[in-house]
Nanobody, 124 residues
Framework: EVQLQASGGGLVQAGESLTLSCAAS????????IGWFRQAPGKEREGVSC????????YYADSVKGRFTISSDNAKNTVYLQMYSLKPEDTAVYYC?????WGIGCAAVGMRYWGKGTQVTVSS
């Protein structure tokens, strides 16, 4: 059974940093698209960043480029999202999700498995 456990959310001030972790189990990290998605109140869920566990290729939403870094530790079956220079507009529930292969990229509709979210709140 595929399971994803997200952690690391919290309350920070604008300009500070947080690192989210997504611990995966139930599958081998050989060729998966694993990513982070977020949903703010009243908004659609959006793809923040995704990584391919096969070749390490990545995707970043324009809104986070240069501030967020995604990485994968295949030995630990864990994906991280380092978030720097956080802004109030980054406030959302963050989810990790995965699918076999890259599929259609970092799009929520293309992901098959979802973990429970972790809240990130950035105060101004």
């Amino acid at each position: 059974e595929v399971q994803l456990q997200a952690s690391g959310g919290g309350l920070v001030q604008a300009g500070e940093s947080l690192t989210l972790s997504c611990a995966a189990s139930g599958f081998t990290f050989d060729d998966y698209n694993i990513g982070w998605f977020r949903q703010a109140p009243g908004k659609e869920r959006e793809g923040v960043s995704c990584i391919s566990t096969s070749d390490g290729s990545t995707y970043y939403a324009d809104s986070v480029k240069g501030r967020f870094t995604i990485s994968s530790d295949n030995a630990k079956n864990t994906v991280y999202l380092q978030m720097y220079s956080l802004k109030p507009e980054d406030t959302a529930v963050y989810y990790c999700a995965t699918r076999k292969g890259w599929g259609i990229g970092c799009a929520a509709v293309g992901m098959r498995y979802w973990g429970k979210g972790t809240q990130v709140t950035v105060s101004s």
